[in-house]
């Protein structure tokens, strides 16, 4: 047989799910994506910091934060090309009411983007003293400063900043001090039209990219292991000019592997991937200040086969019906606890031995807002988890389904999903697709 015949034959042999990876998206160079993110800024500082701190009582909203030490609001609020905060940064809002707005301030050497200076060091030397000078001639009756003992992104505040910041306010003015954590956490996890509209192409980049790893391209079984795989995602998106948020997770499952932990993951890194396996993976990027976080799950085909055993797929679509049920009980206020709740008893009703880890997304990966159970919290999270669910929020659906596959001896296997949606408020959809069934990869 010559070359030509048994190239077409075997390309005639290929299951279609193993075509190839989807085009990559077009990337902004760095320079188009700071002037985007400022734009996002501006407009978000005019329209939801006024909304917030109304909505939560507060007349001033100090923030500040050190140099390598940012809070993590803070952070969120500096111009693209402020990598840092710089020296002692210190931010202030203040509210005049809705005819004059909202006073942006910066108590600091240097404007901060939209943030007008108000400190001349010379005039002036002591940035405390100046900060206070500036509270006292406003007199606000509440005023917020990031503490939380139960949201880490709410608790920017350190210590010695605190206690230099009471020193300074005096009795009168510390004594109005309060730390409303739903203030930091709206601004965190609420989302704008301008972002909502490009982040489906944060998905397409994400889905491109796994695409392209869970195919010949990255993987050749019998040589390739799972930490060769997630080395080689991190490559990719180094080359792409991106970067991740986390270190890639891969993992494998097969037959006669003992029972599979969550905790644990699969086969150890080192395993070679073999025809047979089922390789579950982990990634997400970050790109123009915003996240994704993805799971995947491929099936490495045995010689002869042209999809995966009946009990896989099967284990797919009771995973795919999980993903209807949970996305169906998003509820605007409901808690996380709540929602967790009602998720697991439909499933319970359906015979679906489901666990949920569901979490918002935006700035981060691990976003601000309320938490929809931990894969090692079925009962639900104290106060986490009584945090309500927000409208104009981005999600991770994280979840996953266990079930027998006779094919495997009645082994139980987990099937794991994590896709990243939008809830409007009243309904939640999915930003570039889910999937409901396995990637299937060449086994030779």
Known sequence: MSRLAAALLLALAAPAAAAAA???PDILPLRERAAVQDRWLAE???ALVPALMRRDGVDMWILIAGEYNEDPVVRTMLPATWLNARRRTILVFHDRGPEQGVERIAVTRY??????????PDAQPDQWARLAQIVRERDPRRIAVNMSEEF?????????????LVRALGPDHAARLVSPERLSLGWL???TPAEMAVYPQLLRITHAI??????????????TTADDLRWWFRERVSKLGLSTWFHPSVNIQRPQQGTFSIATMGLASGEPIQPGDLIHIDFGISYLGLTTDNQRMAYVLRPGETEAPRGLREGMAAMSRLVDIHTSE??????????????????????????????????????????????DAQGGVPVKGDYPVEPNTAWSIELNAERAVPEWGGQKVRFMFEENGWFDGRAFRFLNGRQTELILIPGG
């Open 152 to 164: 880490p992104l709410a608790d920017g505040l350190s210590a010695s900043q605190r206690d230099a």
């Open 22 to 24: 989807p085009p990559m």
């Open 44 to 46: 978000r500082l005019d």
């Open 189 to 191: 996890e609420t989302r």
């Open 210 to 223: 796994i695409a392209e790893g869970l195919s010949p391209a990255a993987i050749t079984p019998g040589v």
């Open 330 to 375: 998003m509820r605007a206020g409901r808690s996380g606890n709540a929602t967790l709740a009602a998720i697991r008893a439909r499933a319970a009703r359906e015979g679906i031995e489901a666990t949920i880890y569901t979490h918002p997304l935006g700035y981060h990966g691990h976003g601000a807002g309320a938490t929809i159970g931990l894969w």
């Open 111 to 120: 404007p901060a983007g939209t943030f007008a200076s108000a400190w001349d």
